[in-house]
């Protein structure tokens, strides 16, 4: 599908400007630059303009004017997306439209459990204003200070909770939307059940702005836990981890808020860049797995619960070793390990990202298999394996062969690395973004390994909903 | 939209025999009559045959031909629901398409935590299978003994596990659907984490039947709690309630699994018609409330929180009396309550249901607003006022005036109440079936308190996927 062609720009901008002020139809290019590159800088787009609507009806009036004026509309967030999906085309013909303005927290619902905000408010706001309420609102990302929920719900953002929480999809209860005829949807419902028809509400999630333009949603709020403990253990391998996984979920149940996988060599990188961040096992393992158990009682309560699922799971041979934290400056300094991997691989070098997802159960399979592919292929390609095993989801990274050239390492393998990493993923019947989204990074290889009827139902889809296809074309599906 | 008329129905059958067996194609009356009406016997419908396939193949050949003849087809699954959804209509010309055939469990994956089960599987069987390789399929609803795990996913199934769990959709991974034109869409995924284009999953979840025929399904499983264990409250109101079921939260976190509310009247009804049921305390309390409790240690680890919450609920003067059960026979006992309210509510005879769903936090004002409004118009009217208080869902039910006419009392009435309920439902932004779905049953009240917007994504949804209006016409949307 190809957007229609502008007609006059201009006219469409004059417009814009009557509905929402001229000094919110940005055109300069020193304005406008921040929003025409992703986050990652892949992506490098122009526009037309960005446009910054106050409101969900100042939206509907900039829809309504895009549809009138065969205007493409870029819909962006916190702009920081790892799939270009919010980064506008090199036409300079699309308009961004930033819900950045969109920032109130509408209502607070502590009984119903619940919170409506607007799209454009960062995720941490909505995390604090939950935590004022008694509440917690769990949806936890690495940019949670600059990403927006709008563009969390947009991509269906998974996270450090899913594992107990779900992604951004679980964690909604309605949305406001405006159609790309510019029709304003409340679908603003703060319901645990509604059976009154399609799911709309999960239509729009996870669709990056291509059926419409996310506007507010009521989002759903937990109990805050008493607290949080922290466990690392270290294992033998990925299959030991399944194990080991089984028995946490039998033992805390649905307690257990975190299972993170990293590998010895993710370890030795975070070891290499960062020493200070010390090295928690007296000897090396194949690969550490930290836990995490959100507990209603008490730290003391978690701690024995804990304490009692390691005991176990050495006994069974499950894991070769264990620490739980004893303090919170020691799970922090847990977490810090897991969260500095990829800053550890960004200091080592250029790689190769996969955001992969495949049934929990196929894990030790998937990587031992794939690594064997890439070792035939790319001899000496280093493997830089961790995630959320709980979810069976893995950043699944490729590094360079040690002491090679990155640059050139990528540009030559690039291809041929994703093509064995994603073929391996189909085998295992997996997906090849589990929680990124498909912007404009993945939509050719999506439809590469989606199957002609799949691909049918979302044009038909698309096509019923934006016909005209002025909803952030060329994302998603083509 | 209405269906097309149907060109050469004895052609059509002919056909279909050809393509699974002439036995399967039931045309003759003592044969399909138990397939024509709903189980509730509210509606009788005709049909020019019942066509039981027994695989996914079968179903996409069945659904082919019909497309090809036209012929308006109403997929049935255990011919439970309570909305008209799996009944004909009365013309003749539309085909039953039962699932029951398609009834095998294909896959048990425990490390991944899943079951992939046929459409026509039975929902016990799908608990049985689960509990044998030691895990929980947690959906459970008074049918399920005879329903299907296909009409689960149809009608997006509730019961009492949601306020955990969830309901049926936030139980499924992945769908296998074969579409209004007859070709199988593998979907059937078992994945936590999928990003990869529009949720098409989720729309066929909840369309009973409209959009196309689900035939298998991937489940997620749960470990199995060690114990559960049940408590009664007694309160002074719903809106004290609220303050418990917020209090028990804090306490429980996600172990709380019920949070069922039984008003006086319905305690009274059970003594009335089952007085073998002990009534359970010493005083009357304007509300009772179950809560269970599904602990992953063990019985005595539960019962002392569940003690230490109805101390602090005492305290706080949320609650007037509380039990905590002593045994399974005692739970058991309790839950014999809960589940005798409908019956008990039979023998009182005829009455008006409703399957409503507001934001938890309106109940007790949607109660006493509405109460309020059927004391003005129908004097007398009793009020059969419990469900799922942990989900915002009531039955809430309206029984003639003591010692009147039922049959007379809901053919002069019926219009009124549901008149006055839905109304107060929509002042209160809630749902008029929040369980049951729409079915025939309220296909015209539904278009009725829906917006135009929504109404008109829900038809260029339904156009786009069935544009001859061939899946089960005339439920849902119009």
Redesign the interface.
Known sequence: MTPSTALAPQAFLDACAAAIGAQHVLTDAHDTAPYLADWRKRYQGTACAVLCPASAEEVTAIVKLAHEHRVALVPQGGNTGLAGGATPDASGREAVLSLRRLNRVREI??????ITVEAGVILAEVQARAAEAGRLFPLSLAAEGSCTIGGNLS??A?GTG???Y??A??LCLGLEVV?PQG??????????????????R??F???EGT?GIITAAVMKL????AARITALAGLASAHAA??F??LA???????LTGFELMSDFCMQLVGRHFPQLRYPFQQRHAQVVLLEL?D??SEEHGRV?FERLMEAALEEGFVEDAVVAESLAQSQAFWNIREHIPLAQAQEGLNVKHDI??????IGDFIEETDAGIARAVPGARMVTFG?LG???LHYNVQAPEGGDPQRFLAENEKTLNTIVYDSVERH??????????GQL?VDE?AHY??E??L???R??????DPLNLMNPGK??R
Do not use: C
């Not at 619902?109 to 619940?114: C, G, I, L, S, Y």
């Not at 937990?222 to 836990?225: G, R, S, T």
């Not at 979920?249 to 307690?255: I, K, M, S």
């Not at 997802?357 to 196929?362: L, T």
């Open positions: 619902d502590a009984h119903n459990n619940t991509t269906n998974g899913v594992l107990r779900g992604n999809r679980e159609t029709e304003l949807w409340d679908g603003l419902r703060g319901l645990r059940k509604d059976n009154t028809g399609y799911d709309l999960d239509l999630i996870g669709a059926l937990h109990p805050q836990p399944l194990d996984l089984a979920q039998r033992f805390a149940g649905p307690l959100s209603n009682e619960l997802g495949v049934p929990i159960s196929r959320h979810d069976g989801n019947r997996g997906t090849i973004s589990a929680e990124h989204g498909l993945k999506s989606k199957s009827v799949e049918a139902l979302m038909a889809v698309k096509n019923a909903l998603v599906i």
